[in-house]
């Protein structure tokens, strides 16, 4: 009898008939991106406090799926990019699989890699930037990944 409680038990437990992982990763529509009524692709923005223009290309371009890539970001008025990183938000904000780095490149841009989005969908890459003052601003950059 523990014997067949033992079968009972683990059979029960083993997770082949719970598909909630699957199910709930079903419910993304990889096929085309859910881009928001406001979707804007420009690669130039004014941050938030619109003190900063913020630029970026990137390399390779266009944006690849699944594969690292590179960002480039351009500031205006002396800023300094302190931070990047992209976020879906049609999947509840999560990141990439990646953290980028930032190099300074003397020149006054700034590179970010690796990034890499992993999943077709709406991208939302964000720069930090730092005024001359050290006040710290941000820039949002609609993607629609991937072409």
Excluded at 31 to 44: C, N, S, V, W, Y
Excluded at 101 to 128: C, K, Q, R, S
Aim: charged share 15%; hydrophobic share 35%; aromatic share 8%.
């Amino acid at each position: 009898m523990t014997g067949l409680l033992f079968i009972a038990l683990t059979t029960g437990c083993s997770g082949a008939d719970d598909d909630s992982a699957a199910s709930s990763h079903a419910d993304h529509e990889h096929d085309a991106a859910q881009l928001p009524a406001d979707f804007d692709p420009a690669t130039e923005r004014t941050t938030h406090g619109g003190t900063v223009t913020v630029s970026y290309t990137s390399n390779p371009s266009p944006i690849p799926e699944s594969t690292l890539f590179a960002l480039t970001f351009s500031t205006s008025a002396g800023a300094v990019v302190t931070a990047a990183d992209a976020t879906m938000p049609n999947h509840g904000g999560h990141g990439m699989t990646v953290e980028p780095e930032l190099t300074d490149n003397g020149d006054g841009t700034f590179t970010a890699a690796p990034f890499e989005f992993h999943m077709p969908d709406y991208w939302v890459i964000h720069a930090t930037v730092a005024d001359t003052n050290g006040t710290e601003e941000r820039a949002d950059f609609d993607v629609a990944c991937c072409d």
